[in-house]
């Protein structure tokens, strides 16, 4: 099992910057992909940005790309999302996840996670 909690969300407007942290815990070797995704009101859950624990391999969203950053910090168990540019459609619950998903799964982003975490709202205001 993996345990994961996300920190770092909040209210921000058109423009501005956040950065969401996720802490993992208790069998994390299993973890070889790790990720963030988002669902908004209404709408389906969407893979935003994923990392492959091994090589730094990272995909993201055509969305996102230019603006965010998923990054990881091996020695803490800890993958951020370092967000720029926000815009009111990135207003969502953002999760983080897990899965022990193969690297050409995990760096074209089609992976399906297995380990959620609780999420965190963020909301861009314009």
């Known amino acids: 099992q993996v345990q994961l909690v996300e920190s770092g969300g909040g209210s921000v407007q058109a423009g501005g910057s956040l950065r969401l942290s996720c802490e993992a815990s208790?069998?994390?070797?299993?973890?070889?992909?790790l990720g963030w995704f988002r669902q908004a009101p209404g709408k389906e859950r969407e893979v935003v940005a994923s990392?492959?624990?091994?090589?730094?391999?990272?995909h993201y969203a055509e969305s996102v790309k230019g603006r965010f950053t998923i990054s990881q910090d091996s020695a803490k168990n800890t993958v951020y999302l370092q967000m720029n540019s926000l815009k009111p459609e990135d207003t969502a619950m953002y999760y983080c996840?897990?899965?022990?998903?193969?690297?050409?799964?995990?760096?074209?982003?089609?992976?399906?996670?297995?380990?959620w975490g609780q999420g965190t709202q963020v909301t861009v205001s314009s």
């Open positions: 990392i492959y624990t091994d090589s730094n391999h990272t």
């Open positions: 996840a897990a899965d022990r998903a193969a690297l050409n799964r995990c760096y074209r982003g089609t992976w399906a996670a297995t380990y």
């Open positions: 208790g069998h994390t070797y299993i973890a070889t992909c």
